[in-house]
C-alpha cells in the first residue's frame, strides 16, 4: 500500500521537477541550482513542549525539530524499510545480549567538538538516572543495571510515598572501550536492540550539555545532525540552518529552515495557498471535507499513509467485557470501510491487520476480528450470553474524534441491538487520567504511532503484560512467552516470525480492536521541486531541492 | 481631583486580590491531571510527574499555592511553565502583539464608527442612514471568525493583496485587516451610540444657541456638538481596549498572530496557573487603568463632571 502511495506522489513530483527542469535549461541553469544551494525555506510546526533535550522530547512538535538536529547510530529509511547505520560504522553482537558498537570517526557536534563514544555512554547514563526526570527513560529498560539507576514510585505518584533514590548513577550495561567504541550489555538477549537506536532517546550528547541545566541546553540546543539550531523565538519562529560540517550521507541541499509556529492549521493551510508557507505536513479536517485540498492544490498536494493505527481498546478490568467472545461480536459489527469512505473520505484506510503493515515484519491481514460479518458477531453475542445495560464508547471532544466514534457506536447499535452510544471526555488530559487510573467503563478511543520500525513495537507495549502502553491490562501468559521468546531470538527473521505468533493469540482475545490505518495528505508551495517525506511522514529537509 | 485619584487607585488594590484568587482557583479547579496527557498514549514516568509536581508544589492546597505565587509575584518573578519557560518572557513576547493589534482595532473603530456616527446622526432617515443602519447591523450579526475567514480567504488566498498570515516583524500595514476584524463588531456599536448621541444633541439648546449666534456649521457640530456628545463614545472606546485585547484570541488564532489569546488557552487547557493568572494580572491592570482614564476624561471632555 505503501509504495504505490509513495510512487503516484514521487511521479508528480518528479513531473512538476522536470517541467522546470525544461523551463530552465533555456535560460542559465547554473545560476538556478546555486539558488538552491543556499536557498531557504519555511515550514510549518508546533511549539515544543519541552525545551529540545532528545530524551526528554515526547511530542511531535519537539520531536520534529529534534530528529532534524540530531543524527543517530542507525536512520530509517525513508520508504519505510529495515534500519541501516548512520553515524555507527558498526553493530555487532553474537548473541543478541552483548553488542559493540563502532561509530564513524571524525564526525562533529554543532558545537565543534567531536562525537565520540563517551557522549553516548554519557547521554544515555543520564537519561536512564531516574532522578533526573527524562520522560523517555524508560527507553533504556534492556540495558543491564537500568533497575539499579531507575526506580519507581511504590504507590504511584499520587501516593505519599516517594521513590527510592537509585543506588547506582549509572548503567552497569554501558562500557566505553576508546572513543570510537563502547559496548552495551543487556539484560537479556533483544534482536531488535539495533532498531531502537534511531530513536530519539538514544542520541548522543555533546560535552556542553553536562556543564549546564537541561534546560538551558534544550533552549539552544546542540546536536550532530545536518542542521544546526539558530535561534527560537517562542510561539513564533525556529531557525534552522545547514552545519556545514556535517559529513555523513544526508547533507542538507539547501541552506535555511524557518519552522514556523502556528496555533492553527488553517491559517497554514491558507498560508501555503497563497506560497507563504513552504510546506505543511498535515493538512486541516476542513481541507478534506469532498477532497477540497485536491483541487486547491493539485499537483501541490501529497497523499501518504503512515505507520499509525487508531484502535478502540476495551477496560479489561471492567467485568462486563472480559468475554472474549463479547469483544469479538463488537469488533465484527463494525463496518470499517464505510468509517473510512463517508466520514474520512478514503483518506484512512479501514484496519485489517494489528501491526500497522508498513511496519517491517508486520503480516497485512492477520487481524480476524477486523472483517464486517454482523451476522457472526450477532451470533457471538448470543453465545456470549448478550450484553446488558449500555456500552458507552469514549473518546476525547478536543481533537475530531467525534464524528467516527458515533459512527462506530451506532454501527454496534444497529448490528447488536444493544444500546450503545459514544461519549466525549472534555479533554485529552482528563481523557488520559481516567485511562491510566483504570477507570474507563466503556471501550476507549486509542491510537498508535510506532516509535521504531518494527513489528515488536506493536506487541511489547500494547499487550504484553505490563507494556508502557497496555491502559486496559489485557493479560494472556501465552502471548507474553511468545513475546518474550521473540524478543530473544537470535535475528530479526525469527524475531518476527515469534511476533507473528503472539499476535495469532492476541487475535484471538481481541483485546482492542483496530479501525483504521492513518493516512497522510500534506501540502508544499509551487517553490519546492522535489522533496520526500520519511518513515512516519514528517518532511525529511535534507531531501528537499528548491 | 487629587483625592479622587488616590481612592480610585487603592480601590484597585482589592479588585487585583480578588481578581487573581478567583483566577487562579478557577484554573486549579479545572479537571484533569495536567501531566497525565502530555507523553501521548503512555502514562508519564512517576520519577517526571514527582519531579514536576515538586518543583511547582502542585502537592499544595489551592490556598498555599495561591500564596506562594503572590509572594513571588510582588518581588516581580512571574515563575515558569510546565515547559520550564519564564512566564514573564511569555508576557513580554505575547504582550506587545496582542497590544498593538487591539490599538489598530481600535483606531479603526474610532475612524470608522465615529465617522458613520457623526454623518447617520446629522442625517437621520436618509439614504446614508438606513445604509450605515443596514451594514452594522450586518457586521454585528456575523461572528468575529466568520469575517476573519472570510477576509483571509478572499484578500489573502483569492486576491492575493494580503499575506494570509501576519509574520513575525507585525508590520502595521499588516495588521490592518486583522485589526478591522477584531474591531468589526465593536465598529458597529460606536456607529450607533454615535448617532443617538449626536441627534440626541442636535436638538439641545447649546446647539441652538450655537446656530443662533451664526457660528460655522463646522465649529457647532465639530466643537459644541461632538465634544458633547463624546462621552458615551469614549466609555465605550476605553472599556473596549481591554475587551478586545481579552478577545483577541480568535483573531489572533485565524492570523497567525503571537499574541496572549493562545497563551491563555494554552495555560488553560494544560492546567498552569501561574501564566493564566500572569496574562490576566496585566489584562486586570489594562482594565482598571482604562476605567480610571474614562472617568477622568470625562471632565476634561464636559465641564460640568467635577470630581472631590
Avoid at chain 1, 533552549?219 to 535561534?231: A, C, D, E, Q, T
Avoid at chain 1, 556535517?246 to 529552515?257: E, H
Avoid at chain 1, 476480528?369 to 476525547?396: H, I, R, W
Wanted: aromatic content about 10%; charged content about 20%; overall charge neutral.
Amino acid at each position: 500500500m505503501r509504495v504505490s502511495k509513495r510512487a503516484t506522489s514521487a511521479i508528480a513530483l518528479s513531473a512538476a521537477a522536470a517541467l522546470v527542469a525544461s523551463g530552465c535549461s533555456s535560460g542559465g541553469g547554473d545560476g538556478d541550482a546555486a539558488g538552491s544551494k543556499d536557498g531557504s525555506i519555511v515550514i510549518h510546526g508546533v511549539q515544543p513542549e519541552n525545551p529540545l533535550v532528545p530524551s526528554n522530547t515526547t511530542e511531535t512538535g519537539g520531536g520534529k525539530v529534534v530528529d532534524w538536529l540530531w543524527t543517530g547510530l542507525v536512520e530509517y529509511p525513508n520508504d519505510g524499510g529495515a534500519p541501516r547505520n548512520a553515524l555507527a560504522e558498526s553493530i555487532d553482537t553474537k548473541d543478541s545480549k552483548v553488542f559493540t558498537i563502532k561509530i564513524k570517526k571524525g564526525t562533529k557536534f554543532h558545537d565543534g567538538t567531536e562525537v565520540k563514544s563517551k557522549n553516548f555512554v554519557d547521554a544515555w547514563n543520564w537519561a536512564a538516572y531516574s532522578p533526573n526526570g527524562a520522560q523517555n527513560g524508560s527507553f533504556f529498560a534492556d540495558i543491564a543495571g537500568f533497575d539499579k539507576t531507575y526506580t519507581s514510585d511504590p504507590d504511584g505518584p499520587d501516593g505519599p510515598q516517594k521513590a527510592p533514590a537509585p543506588s547506582a548513577k549509572e548503567l552497569s550495561g554501558l562500557k566505553v572501550i576508546d572513543e570510537q567504541t563502547f559496548e552495551v550489555t543487556l539484560s537479556a538477549p533483544t534482536a531488535v536492540f539495533p532498531t531502537k537506536l534511531g530513536y530519539s532517546a538514544f542520541m548522543p550528547l555533546p560535552d556542553a550539555f553536562f556543564t549546564m541545566k537541561p534546560e538551558e541546553f534544550g533552549k539552544k540546543p546542540i546536536g550532530n545532525g545536518p542542521v544546526k539550531f539558530l535561534s527560537w523565538e517562542d510561539n513564533v519562529l525556529i531557525k534552522l540552518t545547514r552545519f556545514d560540517d556535517y559529513s555523513l550521507r544526508d547533507k542538507m541541499k539547501i541552506k535555511d529552515v524557518d519552522v514556523k509556529l502556528y496555533q492553527d492549521e488553517t491559517a497554514a493551510y491558507n498560508d501555503v495557498l497563497a506560497n507563504n508557507l513552504d510546506f505543511l505536513e498535515t493538512l486541516p479536517t476542513s481541507a478534506l471535507a469532498g477532497d477540497k485540498w485536491k483541487t486547491d492544490l493539485g499537483d501541490r498536494g501529497l497523499n501518504t499513509t503512515t505507520p499509525s493505527t487508531a484502535l478502540i481498546a476495551f477496560p479489561m478490568y471492567d467485568k462486563r467485557f472480559q468475554n472474549p467472545k463479547l469483544r469479538r461480536a463488537v469488533s465484527l459489527a463494525i463496518n470499517r470501510q464505510e468509517i473510512s469512505d463517508k466520514i474520512f473520505f478514503g483518506t484512512r484506510k479501514p484496519a485489517d491487520s494489528w501491526a500497522n503493515p508498513l511496519t517491517p515484519g508486520a503480516k497485512p491481514g492477520n487481524c480476524t476480528a477486523c472483517k464486517f460479518d454482523p451476522t457472526t458477531a450477532k451470533q457471538l453475542l448470543t453465545e456470549a450470553g448478550g450484553f446488558s445495560g449500555e456500552m458507552v464508547f469514549y473518546y476525547n471532544s478536543d481533537s475530531s474524534h467525534k464524528e467516527w466514534m458515533d459512527a462506530v457506536a451506532q454501527q454496534v447499535k444497529t448490528n447488536l441491538a444493544i444500546n450503545a452510544r459514544a461519549e466525549g471526555v472534555p479533554t485529552f488530559a482528563v481523557f488520559r487520567q481516567n485511562v491510566n487510573g483504570h477507570k474507563m467503563t466503556g471501550p476507549y478511543r486509542a491510537a498508535w504511532q510506532q516509535d521504531y520500525p518494527d513489528v515488536e513495537n506493536w506487541v511489547n507495549p500494547l499487550y504484553v503484560t505490563g507494556g508502557s502502553s497496555n491502559d486496559g491490562l489485557y493479560s494472556n501468559t501465552e502471548v507474553d512467552a511468545l513475546a518474550k521468546q521473540a524478543g530473544a531470538a537470535p535475528t530479526l527473521e525469527a524475531s518476527h516470525e515469534g511476533f507473528a505468533k503472539a499476535i495469532e493469540k492476541v487475535d484471538q482475545d481481541v483485546p482492542s480492536i483496530p479501525i483504521y490505518f492513518y493516512g497522510q495528505q500534506s501540502g508544499h508551495s509551487e517553490k519546492i521541486k522535489k522533496l520526500e517525506l520519511n518513515n512516519v511522514g514528517e518532511l525529511d529537509i535534507t531531501s528537499v531541492e528548491l | 481631583m487629587g483625592r479622587y485619584l488616590l481612592r480610585r487607585l487603592l480601590q484597585l488594590v482589592p479588585v487585583f486580590i480578588g481578581t487573581t484568587f478567583l483566577i487562579y482557583a478557577l484554573v486549579w479547579a479545572v479537571p484533569g491531571d495536567p501531566f497525565a496527557g502530555k507523553c501521548g498514549e503512555r502514562r508519564c514516568p512517576d520519577q517526571y510527574i514527582a519531579f514536576m509536581t515538586e518543583k511547582y508544589h502542585l502537592d499544595q492546597n489551592v490556598f498555599v499555592q495561591y500564596a506562594s505565587y503572590m509572594k513571588n509575584l510582588l518581588q516581580g518573578d512571574f515563575g515558569q511553565t510546565f515547559s520550564q519557560r519564564e512566564i514573564s518572557d511569555i508576557i513580554l513576547t505575547s504582550y506587545p502583539n496582542t497590544l498593538k493589534l487591539a490599538l489598530v482595532a481600535l483606531a479603526i473603530e474610532a475612524v470608522i464608527g465615529l465617522g458613520a456616527g457623526v454623518l447617520t446622526g446629522l442625517r437621520r432617515n436618509g439614504f446614508l442612514d438606513n445604509l450605515v443602519l443596514v451594514s452594522t447591523l450586518f457586521l454585528i450579526a456575523l461572528p468575529v471568525f466568520v469575517v476573519g475567514f472570510l477576509l483571509q480567504w478572499l484578500l489573502g488566498v483569492q486576491w492575493g493583496i494580503i499575506k494570509p498570515t501576519v509574520s513575525s516583524e507585525m508590520r502595521l500595514s499588516e495588521l490592518i485587516v486583522p485589526g478591522f476584524v477584531l474591531g468589526s463588531a465593536s465598529v458597529a456599536y460606536i456607529a450607533r451610540v454615535a448617532r443617538t448621541s449626536i441627534a440626541e444633541n442636535r436638538r439641545a439648546d447649546y446647539v441652538r444657541t450655537a446656530i443662533a449666534k451664526g457660528l460655522p456649521m463646522r465649529r457647532v457640530v465639530g466643537v459644541h456638538l461632538l465634544r458633547n456628545s463624546l462621552i458615551p463614545v469614549v466609555t465605550l472606546l476605553g472599556t473596549d481596549l481591554g475587551a478586545l485585547m481579552g478577545g483577541a484570541i480568535v483573531t489572533e488564532g485565524i492570523f497567525g498572530i503571537n499574541g496572549i489569546g493562545r497563551q491563555v488557552f494554552r495555560a488553560i487547557v494544560t492546567k498552569e496557573s501561574a501564566t493564566v493568572v500572569g496574562i490576566v494580572v496585566v489584562l486586570v491592570l489594562v482594565y482598571l487603568v482604562m476605567n480610571l482614564l474614562v472617568d477622568l476624561l470625562y471632565a476634561a471632555l464636559d465641564p460640568r463632571i467635577r470630581y472631590e
